[in-house]
């Protein structure tokens, strides 16, 4: 379903991704790992059609996302669930108005059908009885909660995550896995995570592509990244870069 191929791209002369490459299949999750600051939430956005790369392309069921305009650009957003890492919900609506902000902005249905929706997804992630809350009001893990139901709360096809644990204690961090866990085995929804979490995210994911220095230094199933002997993947796995060379 999604298809990265010779992604390239520069910030004021830095090269950021040199080549990046890499599929996820229909229904498939995909661990986006890597050091922090190199890049995954970069090569996350071009697949969100959020950035332009400078070379390559990137096709969702063979349309080039950096072509699609109008229309065509609206009914990818629309296929498309985003949990951005801070879980950007706005601080002066409640958390159910949250939830029903992409239902009312993009869809005719009726209030009360928005309501059984929104009960519905406040349900599924524990937060029934926060919905009348303000992101202030609630802890780290509430949000991102509350970020999730919002993002899945039009079935998407494709869901993207950045960093969805930052910022959470290793439990609370654990649930929010379990919960995108839950939410894809309901939806079968196509996945990509950017994560730290390792080794846990391999419990949850089909495939894992190791971003190293601009490109993908490895591309396999959970089983196949654990087993390898490539030095650089051992070395971030174990969390020894010393020696490792970076850009």
Not at 70 to 79: E, F, I, M, T, Y
Request: with cysteine; hydrophobic share 40%.
């Amino acid at each position: 379903m999604i298809r990265v191929e010779d992604l390239h791209k520069s910030f004021d002369g830095a090269k950021v991704l040199r080549g990046a490459s890499f599929s996820v299949g229909k229904g498939e999750i995909l661990a986006l790992i890597g050091r922090s600051g190199y890049g995954k939430s970069v090569l996350l956005k071009h697949v969100a059609g959020l950035m332009k790369a400078d070379q390559g392309r990137v096709l969702v069921d063979e349309d080039e996302v950096s072509q699609l305009k109008g229309k065509g650009l609206s009914r990818l957003r629309n296929r498309l669930g985003f949990l951005f890492q801070s879980g950007a919900l706005f601080d002066s609506m409640t958390v159910f108005d949250n939830i029903a902000f992409p239902l009312r902005e993009k869809t005719n249905l009726e209030e009360r059908k928005i309501r059984e929706k929104v009960q519905s997804e406040l349900e599924q992630v524990g937060l029934m009885g926060s919905e009348e809350k303000y992101p202030s009001q609630i802890s780290g893990g509430m949000i991102k909660r509350a970020s999730l139901a919002r993002a899945l709360v039009q079935e998407p096809e494709i869901m993207l995550f950045d960093e969805p644990t930052t910022g959470l204690d290793p439990l609370t961090g654990q649930t929010i896995l379990n919960l995108i866990d839950s939410c894809h085995r309901r939806l079968g929804f196509t996945g990509i995570i950017v994560t730290h979490e390792i080794p846990r995210i391999f419990e949850i994911v089909d495939k894992v592509a190791m971003l190293h220095d601009g490109v993908i230094q490895f591309q396999g199933t959970p089983e196949e990244i654990t087993a390898s002997e490539d030095p650089i993947v051992c070395a971030f796995l174990t969390g020894d870069m010393q020696g490792v060379s970076q850009g």
